[in-house]
């Protein structure tokens, strides 16, 4: 009996669930506007979303693509260009503001479509991070093995991976808005300036910048002391070898002196790789010293390092550019009452903005979740290539790319019978040779497992109950 009342909750919890999550969908889609092609793939000017679920219900147009929402019409509109719009972007080193906005004769500047844009460079960087400890690690084992790395150069315009995939997101999207617009012909960018000594010493002036704050050290260690006393910064020891500690991982902080401290073998053996928030939950006063001393510039070096790199590849797609500092954009949204988020900094870029953003507009969320892997092997604990034990060959990584025409990463509809039955909406997280697919719940559901009713994210099920609704495109949209 108590099996049949949990199934009987599943069943209503699925029910009520698929239902929510369809109308906050919906909801949250029909703040911005439709973009509109015609029978030829001709780009008009974007629709409010009652026009568009007018021309859907009444069969003169058909859903095109799913995110960003499109619709193509059943006949060929011939196009007269009247209204004008801007692509107008906040770089960021985490997330971008995008706005897209309508310069109107009789409404004015309106923004018709928002979207904040979270980039993988993270991501990146960790891996890349953990390829060269591999590396490392199988040169210091095989050293009969003549160095790779000598003779190769970096072409003109080189940019680290992390930088290259911030800068293609940007230009992907700014791409994509522009041939889904009837006249898009302007972008406006906030691109800022970063001084990074300033940031540290707001008095530097002159001669001071080439005088860096080792200038008269022999070394970082007697920086530090020279800065922090000669003692552990975590427990206040003294009469201990001191040795240096990073205070965040040096793959995210640096090697930087604002992300080094001085600390003892126990501390540092405490620490290990733990976030020092966490370290050091118990000494607040300690935290506080240290958050004044750390001050993590990466993001303004990203920015100073990308920015004639996008801005050059933003003009290659043949759209005009204008660009406007921070301090420009802070003015006109303070000018105009709206808070501050990434894609309101986007709408208020530009000389004398009087744009107006709809009270009840909600930002698409886009995140960069990447096409599969580049690695043709994988590697074991140790760094080697993966061996097949009954072939003796080197054993390829899973790159399955399409089965029975799904791929992961791709939105799909499914409709699920059994103790999952229901419909569901979402992206196939998991694929097998033989089609049973694994899809990832937006909103975990109660299940039983061993008798014991557990939150379940996933449901595996034949590639027959799934209807492909788009293909994956490196995004995933919220």
Sequence with gaps: MATVGVHELIYKFVEESSTRWETTFLYRKNMNRVFVLDTNKQPLAPCTPARARQLLDNNKAAAYRYNP???????EVELDVQDIYSINLDPGAVTTGLAIIGHFPKQGDVVIFGAEITHKSKAIKAKLYARSGFRAGRRSR????????????????????????????????????????????????????????????????????QQGVMKDFDNTKDYLIHRDGESCFYCGATDTKLFKEHVAPRAIGGNSVNNLVLSCIACNTKKSNKPVDEFLSDKPEVLDKLKNKNVPQWAAAAMNSMRNRLISDITKLNIEIGVYSGYQTSYNRNMLGYIKEHWIDAACVGDHVQVHIPHNMIPVKIKAIGKGSRRVVNNDKYGFPCINKKTGEQQAAGNIKRIHGFSTGDFVHLSATGKYTGEYKGRIAAISKRGILAFKLKIPIPTIVKGVPKMQNMIYSNYKNFRLIQHGDSYEYH
């Design 142 to 209: 095989l050293r009969y093995r003549k160095p790779r790395f000598d003779n190769r150069t970096r072409p003109e315009g080189w940019l680290p991976p992390s930088l290259e995939s911030r800068v293609n997101c940007i230009t992907h999207f700014v791409n994509k808005f522009k041939q889904l617009l009837s006249n898009a012909n302007m972008c406006n960018i906030e691109l800022p300036k970063f001084d990074t000594q300033k940031m540290n010493n707001p008095n530097i002036k002159n001669y001071q910048y």
């Design 69 to 75: 929402f499109t619709i193509i019409l059943h006949r």
